[in-house]
């Protein structure tokens, strides 16, 4: 018989998905009840139950006497993963505006391409099943970059339907057919950006969340220890009263987390994340436009799957010693290629588009000039700049860096177009400017070593080699006087030659540190 594959079980401060192998490993003997609240399923937020040991291998399942039978995993069977978590399933935002005692919503329409912004195009947003008014809108409403947030008025439905018009079909690759709305028994926003938390969202000790939902029983059967409830206003809509919450986990406990669940929601310490490593790119809500065809992400979170549409391969790389992370790189085929992230539903996704990148300027230069105003290149420097002193200038805010001798002494903020002076510049010094965390411009100064002009390799190694007398044995410290001699390759095999028997005549070895300590070699 199938398992269930959605059980999560509460583990270091979040739900964790546990699989059969590891429940049985855990617990080998008997069955464990759903009462027990040990295990839970992701879809539908309901105890199951771990069967023991007989004819059948053992097992998760739902409990025949929960009142609620609608779980996809219990219609669909143990691979309806792979119906819900495709494609079509994706959401676009709905968010929630709240003014003057009183509460409206809107929904919003991510960037298409501009070959689907035709002049006939038109968008109708219709609640479904309820004899309501359409939302119209023509293409003007929509904004060239970014996201468009248009309105579908002050009363929650649970379904809104749309269709658009006037363009090619193409434009659903982009803009579902059906968008999630408000659950009557509870609906869940971040109260920082207004946006609905969508099926299975993570939730964060100490962040705010709105909490909508019909019916004005308050809250009260969970302590104040574990969630934090504000009531914030009730409103009457078509005779029925909806209460709006404002709700905030205290601590990472199991009470707090079965509050959420109910709701559709995972609190965690560990929300899922997703971040573009590579390439360079230009951000645009739920749309990163790049000019390559691979594209390196960190993924973190808890159990995240990262799918593709259309299908490519996915090289994951996983990181030591952190199980929850890992890096992807994507190998995109087409112009417009869609990454999703989720696990019992979609909870992020990402539109990437290859075209070029207008909007990328070139690395950012310093303009560092002497007294007199000529141009200072970067590099390595023998000399000293005129009067010990530069001026530098960059286009945005940063800072400068001063080391004498390998040692920080100085750290300066740098302001956009302000030219700022740096003066008193000695010897062994090294001058690093950044913009942001990028170094743009570095200079060093150190005095060259003024070789003895009557050094000559030849006439030096057969004055070693005439030494004789005593002999002694070569100290470690040979091995640092060697280094030293790159550029004298044949004095350095004189003295290998002396490390392999062992000895050295004293005069020759004095000769060498006298050649090293004065700075000749």
Excluded at 313 to 331: D, G, M, T
Aim: some cysteine; proline content about 3%; hydrophobic content about 35%.
């Amino acid at each position: 018989m199938g398992t269930l594959k959605h059980v999560c079980m509460w583990e270091d401060n979040s739900w964790k998905r546990i699989t059969i192998d590891k429940a049985v490993e855990i617990y080998p003997y008997g069955k464990v009840s759903a009462n027990s609240g040990l295990f839970m399923c992701e879809l539908c937020g309901q105890y199951v139950s771990l069967t023991e040991k007989g004819i059948n291998r053992r097992h998760f399942r739902h409990d025949r006497a929960q009142k609620d039978k609608e779980c996809p995993e219990r219609i669909l069977g143990s691979n309806g993963f792979f119906t819900l978590f495709n494609k079509a399933k994706y959401e676009l935002p709905i968010r929630i505006k709240l003014n003057n005692k009183s509460f409206s919503f809107e929904i919003g329409f991510m960037q298409i391409p501009s070959d689907l912004i035709t002049k006939k195009l038109e968008i109708n947003i219709k609640p479904k099943n309820a004899w309501a008014e359409k939302f119209i809108y023509s293409r003007e409403r929509l904004q060239v970059e970014g996201i468009t947030y248009l309105s579908i008025g002050n009363t929650p439905y649970e379904k809104y339907i749309i269709s658009v018009s006037g363009t090619n079909e193409k434009v659903h690759n982009y803009w579902p057919d059906e968008v999630s709305g408000i659950d009557p028994k509870g609906t869940l926003f971040d109260a920082k950006t207004g946006k609905k938390l969508v099926y299975d969202s993570d939730v964060e000790v100490g962040n705010k969340y709105y909490l909508l939902k019909k019916g004005c029983k308050y809250l009260d059967y969970f302590t104040k220890q574990y969630i934090t409830l504000k009531f914030i206003m009730k409103k009457t809509i078509s005779l029925e009263t909806w209460c709006l919450y404002e709700v905030t986990a205290n601590d990472y406990q199991r009470e707090s987390a079965e509050f959420f669940f109910d709701y559709h929601c995972r609190l965690t310490d560990r929300p899922v994340k997703l971040q573009t490593v590579w390439p360079v790119y230009i951000k645009n809500p739920y749309v990163l436009k790049c000019n390559e065809k691979d594209i390196v992400m960190h993924i973190q979170g808890n159990s995240p799957n990262i799918k593709p549409f259309p299908y490519v391969y996915i090289q994951k790389y996983n990181i030591p010693y952190l199980n929850e992370e890992y890096v992807a790189n994507v190998h995109c085929n087409g112009r417009q290629q869609l990454l999703t992230i989720g696990r019992a539903k979609i909870l992020k996704y990402t539109y990437f588009w290859q075209e070029r990148l207008d909007n990328i300027t070139d690395c950012q230069k310093a303009d560092v000039v002497d007294l007199k105003g000529n141009n200072f290149v970067e590099g390595t420097h023998e000399a000293l700049p005129i009067n010990k002193l530069l001026n530098i200038t960059i286009p945005y805010d940063g800072h400068i860096n001063i080391k004498r001798n390998g040692i920080l002494v100085e750290r300066r903020n740098l302001y956009a177009d302000t030219q700022s002076e740096i003066f008193d510049i000695s010897w062994n010094t090294e001058i690093e400017v950044y913009v942001g965390l990028d170094k743009v411009w570095q200079a060093s100064f150190f005095k060259r070593k003024d070789h003895d002009n009557t050094f000559d390799e030849n006439i030096m190694l057969k004055k070693l080699e005439s030494y004789y007398g005593e002999q002694i044995e070569l100290p470690h410290t040979i091995g640092s006087l060697v280094k030293k001699l790159n550029k004298y390759t044949a004095i350095q095999r004189w003295i290998y030659k002396c490390i392999r028997n062992g000895h050295m005549s004293r005069k020759a070895y004095r000769t060498l540190v006298k050649w090293s300590t004065s700075g000749k070699i």
